[in-house]
Each structure stands twice: as structure tokens, then as C-alpha cells.
Nanobody
Framework: QLQLAESGGGSVQPGGSLRLSCVAS????????MGWFRQAPGKEREFVAA????????YYAESLKDRFTISRDYAKNTVYLQMNSLNSEDTALYYC????????????????WGQGTQVTVSS
């Protein structure tokens, strides 16, 4: 069973950056597609980014692709989300997810989810 643990959240001023980490255990990253979602207070969970098992063709929410970057470190079995030029609308609980199949990761129906890490952007 894949277990996921996020870290790296915190409070940051508008315009700042954060890098979130998601450490996977139970599977190696070669076997699973991975992604990030977020959920702001009072809003539905939304897709942020995803990366395939082969680390090819990262896929982003259109509105975030210029500021967010997803990457994976196979040696550390970790997926990262680099977030730049943060603003108040980025305030949310960020989750990583994983699955053997690509579709569920992007759709948000994957079997495996972390507990989330909070990101708060305020001055």
C-alpha cells in the first residue's frame, strides 16, 4: 500500500515562494503517477499538477502552470511542488495523491492520499 506524507507548508507573504514535499513509501515512484491537489476553505478540492511514472510531460492546472512546478526525486522517493509568486488565492490545504494509473491521479479519484499540508499566504 502506498503511503504519502506531505511537508513544507507554512505562512508566507504575497509574492513569496514555498516548496512542498511528498514522501512516498510502500511503492517506488517508478510504479506510480503522482499529483497535487488543494482545497481552500469553503471551496471544492481542485487539481494543481501531476507527473507520470516516467517523469515525462508534467501536467498543470492552466491557471497555475506559470508559477508552479512539479518534480520528482526517484532516489528520495519524493515528489515536490515548487510554488512561486504566491498570492492569497493560493491559501489552501495541499494534498499529494498517487495511483498506478494516470487518469485517477489527474481526476482526483486516486486510491492514495496524504494528510495534507497547510499553505497560508497573507501580509
Amino acid at each position: 500500500q502506498l503511503q504519502l506524507a506531505e511537508s513544507g507548508g507554512g505562512s508566507v507573504q504575497p509574492g513569496g515562494s514555498l516548496r512542498l514535499s511528498c514522501v512516498a513509501s510502500g511503492f517506488t515512484l517508478d510504479d506510480v503517477a503522482m499529483g497535487w491537489f488543494r482545497q481552500a476553505p469553503g471551496k471544492e478540492r481542485e487539481f494543481v499538477a501531476a507527473v507520470s511514472r516516467s517523469n515525462s510531460n508534467p501536467y498543470y492546472a492552466e491557471s497555475l502552470k506559470d508559477r508552479f512546478t512539479i518534480s520528482r526525486d526517484y532516489a528520495k522517493n519524493t515528489v515536490y511542488l515548487q510554488m512561486n509568486s504566491l498570492n492569497s488565492e493560493d491559501t489552501a490545504l495541499y494534498y499529494c495523491n498517487g495511483d498506478l494509473q494516470w487518469g485517477p491521479v489527474v481526476a482526483g479519484t486516486s486510491r492514495y492520499w496524504g494528510q495534507g499540508t497547510q499553505v497560508t499566504v497573507s501580509s
